[in-house]
Nanobody
Framework: QVQLVESGGGLVQAGGSLRLSCSAS????????MAWFRQAPGKERDFVAA???????YYTDSVKGRFTISRDNTEKRVHLQCNNLKPEDTAVYYC?????????????????WGQGTQVTVSS
C-alpha cells in the first residue's frame, strides 16, 4: 500500500508561483511513475504532468513552459513547480502513483492517489 500526501497549495495572484509537493510511502518509490492531476469545480479530473522512473517529464499543453515536475527518490517526494499561474489553473491538485508500466496520462492507469491540495489563482 502506498500513501501519498500533497502540500504546498494556497491562494496566489495571477502571475505568481507555487511549489506543490507530494510525499510518498513505499520502498519502491523510485520505480513508480508519478503524476499530477487537477480538478476544477464542476469539471472532470485532468492530467497536468507526469515524471517517469528515469526522470523524464511530460506535460499537458496548457502548462508547458510554466510548470516543472521533478522527483527526489531519496526523500520519496515529487514536486510541481508552478510559475506564471493563471486563474484557469485554479483547481484541486492531486498526486498519483503508478506502480508499473510506462508513463501515461490516463487516470485509470494510476494505482494510488493523494487527498489533494487546493490551488486558487486570483485575477
Amino acid at each position: 500500500q502506498v500513501q501519498l500526501v500533497e502540500s504546498g497549495g494556497g491562494l496566489v495572484q495571477a502571475g505568481g508561483s507555487l511549489r506543490l509537493s507530494c510525499s510518498a510511502s513505499g520502498r519502491a518509490f523510485s520505480y513508480y511513475t508519478m503524476a499530477w492531476f487537477r480538478q476544477a469545480p464542476g469539471k472532470e479530473r485532468d492530467f497536468v504532468a507526469a515524471i517517469s522512473e528515469g526522470g523524464g517529464g511530460y506535460y499537458t499543453d496548457s502548462v508547458k513552459g510554466r510548470f516543472t515536475i521533478s522527483r527526489d527518490n531519496t526523500e520519496k517526494r515529487v514536486h510541481l513547480q508552478c510559475n506564471n499561474l493563471k486563474p484557469e489553473d485554479t483547481a484541486v491538485y492531486y498526486c498519483a502513483a503508478r506502480q508499473s508500466g510506462r508513463l501515461t496520462t490516463a487516470i485509470s492507469d494510476y494505482d494510488y492517489w493523494g487527498q489533494g491540495t487546493q490551488v486558487t489563482v486570483s485575477s
